[in-house]
């Protein structure tokens, strides 16, 4: 083992640096999600082999790397209660590289890290699949292929670009193979491995329960919810409701998802249109939750979502990573024919002893009005009448909320009115549920689709008319008209920041935020997004949907691919790469063949020049010059520099512009 | 160093002088001067074909009194045994043993003259000599002595009872030169002058075996260049294709073209090679070695330099 270890010494001193850095490279976007300590042990043992091998010292010994294994697993398994899964297991495979380099002894070891570091690159993905972070990956590729270049063959340690250049183009020979192997190989359904749940933490979106207070919180959030890519015009700004959850179960406090105890929607949810239906395509976001989001009032949705149920898009599963459907709906509709009792009862339904202010005030306008319809109506304009205000930073709500909301605190946003309108109709007697979605939606000029973000979300209500079925009202459009007229933003009062404030309006950190928005939504629609549903329309497409064939054509495209580029390797006939000596010397030879001296195909440069000298012996000089820095600059040792062409390029353009030859010529040629 | 040096810097003193030397006994004739010399730098051997009485002895002379070094004249004739050439192992009486008698090949400067008068055994016999440089008889590998050079002489036209060497065994000479006709002012200063052996007897060497060696391995230091190496293979693939000739040059006529043209650079005094030498040495290199279909149609070695331009 000495004798390995002190051959290898000058070696791993040279190399230890840059693999540090390659595997630095690695590492620092995991950094991110690894718990510090993590973190500090890699760095630190990356740190304590480069000291050792500058010392000229041997790594540690083999009790003491047990020791540092056993520890180091031991608080993996003590942070995270497992060794396996996502997080625990990314972290145990990074700890485990920094103890490696800590025991790092010769090139084997090296190949060994540098094929971990490729792994360890590919774990990035379950983390962060974002075109921005493929590009980083791929450098970071790049970089361990240059390594693992540099390990093989040390004659151009003094020239470390080479290496990379190699690198670079060994990458670019493979990617052939890798977009036959990105289109054909055959997609797995799902992801290729489990993902444990505490991937799914922390997603944002909308909730199944509305409780004054989280709506608040999402309104502030400038994520992206959805994308949409319309057939045909967009509707019109009031018009993009897009509907979520439906809330119909109400406890004094909170509204809820429907549950099982709902009754039958039967009649309820009957969709009658009379206009052609919109049709469009939905690029969602993960939101862990059940439902899809459609523009109200969805008719028929794509794949992997069931049909309407309640009044809304159900997803097959929790939605965990970016879906694509498409989607048709009816801007004008009418939903429900008729309501059964139970339906009444339960669409009715408040709290007993809630309320009581509020009931109050319903049935003096049950009073008041003739019909539910103009009840409604009443109770819209109530809410333009009274002094109510717009806010995303409402006061709190003790006690009953909606008795101190409509009467006391009168600040809120459309969560505060929806629901209170909701209770406010029930209490009328007439049926009510809050509807949760979005509202609005901006095309982005940059990719022709529109992008819904999370600070569009919304709540809403829908009522039960007799004659016209589910109706849809938004008392939020009765206190502030901006809100469902231009947006957010343009309902806050001054001084109240909405979200993305940072971004500016329209100006060009937007324009640019907005291109780089409709790059990345390229990057899911035709990369991440290519599946096995998308993989068997393109491969029937191709008539490629049977096994045999599928084997064949992937056998034989990347045999040929391989035989091409082996073909385009072994050509020996190269032709020379450009050369710029031999361009300026060109140059010199036209200027002289013009003024009638063209040098002879196989005349070499000082043949040629002599003859150039005795036609003109006062440039004698001055063709001299150009000859002989020629010469040095195409023949000469060391291959052509920068400075030697310059020098050649710098006799030709004084030759040109100060020889008499050239002038004399110039006039005769003008006189041509 | 300067870059300007590093090629075209104008002769080296060593080379000057031992050329004016050389000039100063064979008269009017610098060209082929300069290519036996480039021949002798590239440790190539050399063949003369001219009629007798031109100069071949002389100039072989001069080459190797230039350097200080044996000289052995080998006459060639049709009843020469390669024992001749290479030596016999005899038995001496008096000690009662075997000893090996060394042949007139163990020499550094050898005249071969009128190969083509021998038997082909003993042209090969000095042919093998002359690509092993060592000697092996009864089982022994006898090296021959360093610096070792070759030059033959033949005599061109058909003669009777004359082995003309096969086109395989010239690829042995690196170059083959014709000497020719002085022009009119040099044979008047010849016939005017004193004899030309007696001039090389009396002037004293004008270097040495060391400088001829290391001259020899500065001939390997000469730069050549991608674009140059390009310029040869295109002479190459030019030999090839054209339809005159019974085959192209070999790759190692390339690698014997190369060398020739380095050593012409090293003389005059460059460090790296133009396309002017390779053009310079291409004749005397290429022309033995192409074999044309049909002798009076054969295109020239010069009809195939012109036909290539330099990339």
Redesign the interface.
């Known amino acids: 083992m000495t004798a390995t270890a002190t051959a290898a010494a000058p070696n791993l001193r040279r190399s230890l640096p840059w693999l540090a850095a390659g595997l630095g490279l690695v590492i620092a976007p995991h950094a991110f999600h690894l718990p510090p300590w993590v973190t500090a042990v890699v760095v630190a043992c990356a740190g304590a082999r480069l000291l050792l091998a500058r010392q000229g010292r041997r790594p540690p010994g083999r009790w003491l790397r047990a020791l540092a294994v056993v520890t180091g697993v031991s608080g993996i398994y003590l942070g995270y209660d497992t060794l396996l899964g996502l997080h625990a297991g990314v972290a145990l495979l990074c700890l485990l590289m920094g103890l490696k380099l800590l025991e790092l002894r010769g090139s084997r070891d090296i190949v060994v890290l540098v094929v971990f570091g490729y792994f360890l690159t590919a774990t990035q993905f379950l983390f962060n699949d974002s075109l921005l972070m493929a590009a980083y990956m791929l450098a970071a590729v790049w970089a361990l292929t240059a390594l693992l270049i540099a390990l093989q063959d040390r004659t151009a340690a003094d020239r470390p670009w080479r290496y990379g250049r190699l690198a670079a183009a060994m990458l670019g020979q493979s990617l052939p193979v890798m977009l036959i192997l990105f289109v054909l190989f055959p997609r797995i359904p799902g992801p290729l491995w489990g993902m444990p749940d505490d991937a799914y933490a922390g997603m944002t979106g909308l909730s199944d329960e509305m409780t004054p207070g989280a709506i608040s919180q999402l309104g502030r959030s400038d994520e992206v919810a959805l994308r949409v890519e319309f057939d045909d015009a967009p509707p019109a700004y009031p018009r993009r409701y897009w509907r979520g959850p439906v809330l119909a179960r109400y406890d004094g406090r909170s509204w809820r998802r429907a549950g099982d105890s709902a009754p039958a929607a039967g009649d309820a949810s009957r969709l009658v249109s009379t206009r052609a239906p919109t049709d469009y395509t939905v690029t969602l976001e993960p939101h862990n939750q059940r439902w899809l989001l459609a523009l109200d009032m969805p008719v028929e949705a794509g794949r992997g979502s069931r049909a309407p149920r309640g009044g809304y898009l159900q997803a097959s599963g929790p939605v965990r990573e970016r879906i694509r459907y498409d989607a048709s709906s009816v801007i004008a509709y009418r939903l429900g024919t008729g309501l059964t009792r139970k339906q009444q009862a339960y669409y009715t339904d408040l709290p007993d002893g809630a309320h009581p202010r509020t009931r109050q005030l319903a049935s003096r306008w049950r009073a008041q009005t003739g019909s539910d319809r103009a009840l409604v109506e009443h109770g819209l304009r109530h809410f333009r009448r009274e002094p109510f205000h717009y806010t995303l930073q409402p006061p709190r709500l003790d006690g009953d909320t909606t008795d101190a909301f409509l009467f006391d605190t009168r600040s809120g946003f459309c969560e505060h009115y929806a629901g209170a309108f909701a209770v406010l109709m029930r209490a009328a007697g007439i049926p009510a549920r809050v509807v949760t979605g979005y509202m609005g939606g901006r095309m982005n000029p940059a990719g022709d689709y529109m992008i819904v973000r999370q600070s569009d979300a919304h709540a809403w209500v829908e009522v039960w008319l007799d004659d016209r079925g589910w109706l849809r009202v938004d008392p939020t459009a009765y206190v502030a008209p901006e809100r469902v007229e231009r947006g957010l933003a343009g309902a806050l009062p001054d001084g109240e920041a909405g979200p993305g404030a940072a971004v500016g309006a329209g100006g060009l950190l937007q324009r640019l935020h907005l291109q780089w928005d409709a790059v990345n939504a390229y990057w899911h629609r035709w990369v991440l997004a290519y599946g096995p549903s998308l993989q068997q329309q393109l491969l029937q497409q191709l008539r490629l949907d049977s096994w045999p064939r599928l084997a064949l054509a992937l056998a034989a495209g990347i045999a040929l691919t391989l035989a091409a580029l082996t073909f385009s390797l072994l050509r020996r006939d190269r032709p020379?790469p450009p050369?710029p000596a031999?361009a300026a010397w060109g140059e010199f030879c036209r200027l002289l063949a013009r003024r009638g001296l063209p040098r002879?195909?196989?005349?070499?440069?000082?043949?040629y020049a002599r003859r150039a000298a005795r036609r003109w012996p006062r440039d004698a000089d001055a063709i001299d010059t150009v000859a002989?820095r020629y010469?040095?600059a195409?023949?000469?040792?060391?291959?052509v520099g920068a400075?030697?062409v310059r020098a050649l390029r710098q006799a030709v353009r004084a030759f040109r512009s100060n020889s008499p030859v050239s002038r004399k010529g110039r006039s005769s040629s003008g006189k041509r | 160093m300067s870059a300007h040096a590093s090629v075209s810097r104008a002769g080296t003193p060593e080379t000057d002088r031992i050329l004016r030397e050389a000039e100063r006994v064979i008269l009017g004739k610098p060209r082929t001067l300069r290519l036996a010399l480039a021949c002798l730098l590239a440790r190539g051997h050399l063949l003369i074909e001219d009629r007798p009485g031109v100069g071949k002895t002389t100039l072989a002379l001069v080459l190797a009194r230039l350097f200080g070094l044996d000289f052995r004249r080998i006459q060639f004739t049709s009843d020469l045994l390669p024992a001749d050439v290479i030596g016999a192992t005899i038995y001496e009486r008096q000690a009662e043993r075997f000893r090996f008698q060394p042949g007139p090949i163990f020499t550094q400067v050898v005249l071969a003259d009128e190969v083509n008068r021998a038997t082909p055994k003993a042209q090969s016999a000095l042919l093998e000599a002359m690509e092993e440089r060592q000697v092996t008889t009864d089982g022994t590998t006898r090296a021959l002595p360093e610096p070792f050079f070759v030059i033959a002489t033949q005599n061109p036209g058909d003669q009777l009872g004359t082995f003309p060497l096969p086109e395989s065994q010239l690829d042995r000479f690196l170059m083959r030169v014709d000497i020719g006709d002085p022009d009119p002012a040099a044979e008047r200063e010849l016939l005017r002058g004193r004899d030309r052996r007696e001039l090389i007897r009396e002037a004293p060497p004008a270097s040495t075996p060391d400088a001829l060696a290391g001259l020899q391995r500065a001939v390997g230091r000469v730069h050549a260049s991608d674009a140059l190496i390009a310029y040869v293979q295109a002479l190459l693939a030019q030999t090839r294709r054209t339809p005159g000739l019974v085959h192209g040059l070999s790759p190692r006529a390339g690698q014997a073209l190369l060398h020739a043209a380095r050593a012409w650079a090293l003389l005059d005094g460059r460090e790296a090679v133009l396309p002017e030498d390779v053009q310079a040495v291409f004749t005397a290199v290429a022309a033995h070695r192409l074999q044309g279909r049909d002798h009076d149609r054969a295109p020239t070695a010069e009809s195939l330099l012109s036909a290539v331009a330099i990339p």
């Open positions: 020379l050369d031999a002879a195909p196989d005349e070499g440069p000082r043949d002989t010469e040095i195409r023949y000469g040792r060391g291959g400075a030697e």
